[in-house]
């Protein structure tokens, strides 16, 4: 809770992935991915219950077995390629409150494949949210490439031009863009329920170092992780 505002994490979690099978539950540093986020989530003293979304029944074991709680499998059409995250969050906010009577005021969403992010980066999300009186916020990290400086698409006659036009001579001069690094979301419940979308009127951007937003995607990507957690 924080100030008075209940806090309920959503951590989707399904079993198919095409890049790396089965990454949910792959052994990283010692224990399952997903068991990183549980325990992050747990850590927080803002959030008041940790909920896992899934609907394969070994990711719902491990989960509990780290502290998550699954009151509910989710269904196949929510389970593909092709399901929304959004969507995925509205069925477990109507579950919770049609089944379970939960009633709470902040959504936060933690995904598994972001494991480096801290218990102090999900803490300051959700104070960012309540204290800048934002619709919602997400997180970011400082983008490497910058289209007012070095970032160029190709036009239809083949010749190539700044993706955003700008007099700007070097990377420093340039506006800072950022990457959603796909780590931490937090929403006002009944303004994800009411607008179903991320970029709302009144979004805010939480920056995280890019040290802590490897998003795990390929085997690359998870080896990487795993490097620096161990080096952390």
């Known amino acids: 809770m924080y100030k008075d505002h209940v806090v309920v994490c959503v951590i989707p979690a399904?079993?198919?992935?095409?890049?790396?099978?089965?990454?949910?539950?792959?052994?990283?540093?010692?224990?399952?991915?997903?068991?990183?986020?549980?325990?992050?989530?747990?850590?927080?003293?803002?959030?008041?219950?940790?909920?896992?979304?899934?609907?394969?029944?070994?990711?719902?074991?491990?989960?509990?077995?780290?502290?998550?709680e699954v009151p509910f499998m989710r269904p196949m059409e929510l389970a593909g390629d092709s399901a929304a995250t959004v969507d995925v969050l509205l069925h477990a906010i109507n579950w919770l409150e049609d089944?379970?009577?939960?009633?709470?005021?902040?959504?936060?969403?933690?995904?598994?494949?972001?494991?480096?992010?801290?218990?102090?980066?999900?803490?300051?999300?959700?104070?960012?949210?309540?204290?800048?009186?934002?619709?919602?916020?997400?997180?970011?990290?400082?983008?490497?490439?910058?289209?007012?400086?070095?970032?160029?698409?190709?036009?239809?006659d083949g010749f190539v031009k700044l993706v955003k036009e700008g007099c700007f001579s070097t990377r420093q001069a340039a506006p800072k863009?950022?990457?959603?690094?796909?780590?931490?979301?937090?929403?006002?419940?009944?303004?994800?329920?009411?607008?179903?979308?991320i970029f709302l009127i009144k979004t805010k951007a939480y920056v995280m170092p890019k040290e802590r937003s490897i998003d795990i995607d390929d085997d690359l990507d998870f080896k990487i992780a795993e490097f620096l957690k161990m080096k952390g």
């Open 99 to 156: 089944k379970d009577q939960c009633l709470f005021d902040i959504l936060v969403l933690l995904h598994v494949t972001t494991p480096l992010r801290s218990v102090e980066d999900i803490n300051k999300s959700v104070t960012l949210l309540v204290e800048e009186n934002a619709d919602n916020v997400f997180s970011v990290a400082e983008a490497h490439r910058n289209p007012y400086f070095n970032m160029v698409e190709e036009g239809s």
């Open 177 to 197: 863009v950022y990457d959603m690094n796909a780590s931490i979301y937090v929403w006002w419940k009944n303004v994800l329920k009411e607008g179903r979308k």
């Open 14 to 68: 399904r079993g198919g992935s095409k890049g790396l099978p089965g990454k949910n539950i792959k052994m990283f540093c010692g224990k399952p991915l997903i068991a990183h986020t549980i325990e992050q989530a747990r850590q927080s003293q803002y959030i008041d219950r940790v909920i896992v979304s899934t609907e394969a029944e070994e990711i719902a074991q491990i989960s509990k077995k780290y502290g998550a």
